[in-house]
């Protein structure tokens, strides 16, 4: 749809220099006979707009990189936007990001530097980039690492983030090791196999049925897809660092540029 819209907007830019080549035309064809043109914003006549009907079906079969070239320049500008607005919000939501309550933590609860991660547990890149958060927090004992839930493809990330959030809301010490079974299955996730993972680290699985379907935990989650659109965050994973949004999966050495970053201030 996003991409639908760009096209039409760069078709009525394209449009618009087109009509006003075609009223040049126009008026350089008339201007042996009319010398001056006292309203130029008079209707076109049928015939008119034929021809600048032409003029611009003419002028893109010629260039059709121009609507390739304005896309880019709008998906460019977009992203400027969106980025702007991003490091905007850090600011006006950053209690919300780094100190929400509901919000799982781990790493060193009082760490000199946090990070946030926005992450899905069927995303593939969430996956890829565990290991490498998992051996940052081995390395560096100075990081507060806070856990934003944010299922976006598919009803069973969902089931697997509200399991994972009533794990927390029973049993802290349980998050962890129940976030680090998630992330690291392959494979569907289904009540019965949730439940089986829940009942091997302890969980009361009873109580974690009921807490998953509550108004509380739906709550948390809408919270996180509302921050994460007020900060630019459309994917998984999204990390913040500091004052830095970081979209996508990040290498050991880039993570350690940003903390480094952050440490600074």
């Given at each position: 749809m996003k991409k639908r819209t760009?096209?039409?907007?760069?078709?009525?830019?394209?449009?618009?220099?087109?009509?006003?080549?075609?009223?040049?035309?126009?008026?350089?064809?008339?201007?042996?006979?009319?010398?001056?043109?006292?309203?130029?914003?008079?209707?076109?006549?049928?015939s008119q707009k034929k021809e600048i009907e032409r003029i611009i079906g003419e002028y893109l079969r010629n260039n059709p990189e121009i609507i390739i070239e304005s896309i880019r320049n709008m998906q460019a500008r977009d992203r400027q936007q969106e980025q702007q607005r991003g490091r905007k919000n850090l600011v006006t939501y950053r209690e919300m990001i780094f100190n929400d309550p509901?919000?799982?933590?781990?790493?060193?609860?009082?760490?000199?530097?946090?990070?946030?991660?926005?992450?899905?547990?069927?995303?593939?890149?969430?996956?890829?980039?565990?290991?490498?958060?998992?051996?940052?927090?081995?390395?560096?004992?100075?990081?507060?690492?806070?856990?934003?839930?944010?299922?976006?493809?598919?009803?069973?990330?969902?089931?697997?983030?509200?399991?994972?959030?009533?794990?927390?809301?029973?049993?802290?010490?349980?998050?962890?090791?129940?976030?680090?079974?998630?992330?690291?299955?392959?494979?569907?996730?289904?009540?019965?196999?949730?439940?089986?993972?829940?009942?091997?680290?302890?969980?009361?699985?009873?109580q974690l049925k009921k807490d998953m379907s509550s108004a509380k935990i739906s709550q948390i989650i809408n919270g996180n897809r509302a921050l994460a659109q007020r900060l630019g965050i459309t994917g998984t994973p999204g990390f913040i660092i500091g004052n830095q949004i970081y979209p996508g999966a990040a290498d050991m050495a880039t993570f350690k540029n940003l903390v480094a970053q952050a440490r600074k201030g």
């Open positions: 760009l096209l039409l907007m760069a078709i009525s830019g394209i449009c618009l220099l087109a009509v006003s080549l075609g009223l040049t035309v126009k008026v350089q064809a008339q201007s042996s006979t009319t010398p001056k043109i006292s309203n130029q914003s008079t209707p076109f006549n049928g509901t919000s799982p933590v781990g790493g060193n609860p009082k760490g000199d530097v946090t990070i946030v991660e926005f992450f899905d547990y069927n995303c593939s890149f969430c996956k890829r980039v565990f290991p490498i958060v998992k051996k940052l927090l081995e390395e560096d004992k100075n990081i507060r690492y806070v856990f934003k839930e944010f299922p976006i493809l598919s009803p069973q990330s969902e089931l697997a983030a509200r399991a994972a959030l009533a794990a927390w809301r029973q049993d802290k010490s349980k998050y962890v090791q129940l976030h680090t079974e998630f992330i690291k299955s392959r494979g569907g996730f289904t009540e019965s196999r949730i439940m089986r993972m829940a009942k091997s680290l302890g969980l009361n699985t009873e």
